[in-house]
């Protein structure tokens, strides 16, 4: 049985924000974490995601949504949930006790096809930045802690 600590990264479609972190976790952590992503509604990985992580050396081409629920009977160590509050409400993943909310705004919703490209390094960078943090703050609590403790929100 794998012991590598699970994170998933939930967000409505599951097309692009959580499937950039899902990219970048994987990328950045190695083999400390075991990433997954899922959505509240089936989607499939947005074009541009797979672009722009391209573009930095983050091959997300073969990863593909998850809906929620086929999650719910796996041990997820950590729940991160990408929403736009402004937009969207935050999806619900109820069977961790770790529990994270970024705000990002969601890339798709650029209303100018010229500008989408652009939202969409802006969301990845971002992203970026968060999944660090992440991979920072769980590998500390994992080393001292060596079991899941409840992590405070982002």
Same mark, same amino acid.
């Given at each position: 049985?794998?012991?590598?600590?699970?994170?998933?990264?939930?967000?409505?479609?599951?097309?692009?924000?959580?499937?950039?972190?899902?990219?970048?976790?994987?990328?950045?952590?190695?083999?400390?974490?075991?990433?997954?992503?899922?959505?509240?509604?089936?989607?499939?990985?947005?074009?541009?995601?797979?672009?722009?992580?391209?573009?930095?050396?983050?091959?997300?081409?073969?990863?593909?949504?998850?809906?929620?629920?086929?999650?719910?009977?796996?041990?997820?160590?950590?729940?991160?949930?990408?929403?736009?509050?402004?937009?969207? @409400?935050?999806?619900?993943?109820?069977?961790?006790?770790?529990?994270? @909310?970024?705000?990002?705004?969601?890339?798709?919703?650029?209303?100018?096809?010229?500008?989408?490209?652009?939202?969409?390094?802006?969301?990845?960078?971002?992203?970026?930045?968060?999944?660090?943090?992440?991979?920072?703050?769980?590998?500390?609590?994992?080393?001292?802690?060596?079991?899941?403790?409840?992590?405070?929100?982002?």
């Amino acid at each position: 049985m794998d012991k590598r600590p699970k994170i998933l990264f939930l967000s409505k479609g599951s097309a692009s924000r959580a499937q950039i972190a899902e990219g970048f976790l994987r990328h950045l952590s190695g083999e400390q974490f075991v990433p997954l992503s899922a959505g509240t509604e089936s989607s499939h990985v947005h074009p541009l995601a797979i672009e722009v992580m391209a573009e930095v050396g983050v091959d997300i081409s073969s990863q593909r949504p998850r809906e929620v629920g086929s999650l719910f009977k796996d041990t997820i160590r950590y729940a991160v949930v990408v929403c736009d509050p402004a937009r969207e @409400k935050y999806p619900v993943f109820p069977f961790t006790r770790n529990l994270l @909310k970024w705000c990002i705004s969601d890339p798709e919703a650029a209303a100018e096809p010229e500008e989408r490209k652009e939202d969409f390094r802006q969301v990845r960078d971002q992203i970026r930045l968060r999944v660090q943090e992440l991979i920072a703050t769980t590998s500390q609590l994992e080393r001292t802690y060596g079991e899941p403790r409840t992590v405070a929100a982002a």
